[in-house]
């Protein structure tokens, strides 16, 4: 369990059930005091009283189990989200008040990961993708944006490369991401996705 985890549940336990579902565009099923998130485009439900976060319906295309920060995510998601909703424009993370400093070392974000497991291949990205609820954007060579939770998407550009430069790719987040979780937690949700979307792809083609 990471750290973080145990005061995340404990907080979720202390909040109104109904104000969170309000805030963070997820259902509240009141009878059996549980949550539905949708974590890129397929449901979990989230029972507080045991601590537990478990997929329903048919089979995820994601494997919750194999993510190192899903678990502390989903809880976090569900105390500190806000009542806002996605604007569409698109920020670099490094961008963000102290993104800079933040964004490197251990925290730096794995686009050379997805640009070398995608940059000959980028409807391959487009078509994993689509497996996490992702819906193609306007840039680069591919891009699309990943619903990683209801009001937290992540958008990844990739430009195909050639003789001359390398495959490149870009993570971006909404502009209003950092209403929502701070830096520590933004860079986990990039990473969840970031190996969501390999996960889904197989292995390098």
């Known amino acids: 369990m990471l750290a973080g985890e145990t005061e995340a549940w404990k907080k979720l336990g202390q909040l109104e059930p109904y104000e969170v579902s309000e805030r963070a565009g997820v259902e509240y099923w009141d009878e059996e005091d549980l949550f539905v998130v949708q974590v890129f485009g397929e449901p979990y439900i989230v029972n507080v009283g045991e601590r537990e976060i478990r997929p329903i319906g048919p089979p995820h295309h994601f494997h919750a189990h194999d993510s190192t920060h899903f678990g502390l995510l989903v809880p976090l998601y569900l105390i500190s989200c ?9 920020v670099a993370p490094q961008t963000l008040p102290h993104g800079a400093a933040f964004f ?12 070398h497991h995608f940059g000959s291949n980028p409807g391959h ?3 994993s ?3 996490l609820g992702g819906a193609p954007d306007d840039h680069g060579d591919a891009a699309v944006t990943i619903p990683a939770f209801p009001r937290l998407p ?10 001359e430069f390398p495959s490149r790719a870009q993570l971006l987040l909404d502009e209003t991401a950092p209403r929502h979780f701070q830096l520590d937690a933004l860079w986990a949700l990039i990473l969840m996705t970031s190996e969501a979307l390999i996960q889904v792809a197989g292995p390098h083609h």
Do not use: F, K, Q
């Open 82 to 90: 806000a009542d806002v909703e996605p604007s569409g424009r698109l």
């Open 104 to 115: 490197r070392g251990p925290h730096e974000l794995p686009e050379e990961v997805i640009a």
């Open 125 to 127: 990205m487009l078509e």
């Open 129 to 131: 993708a689509a497996e």
């Open 154 to 163: 992540v958008t990844i550009i990739l430009w195909v490369g050639d003789l």
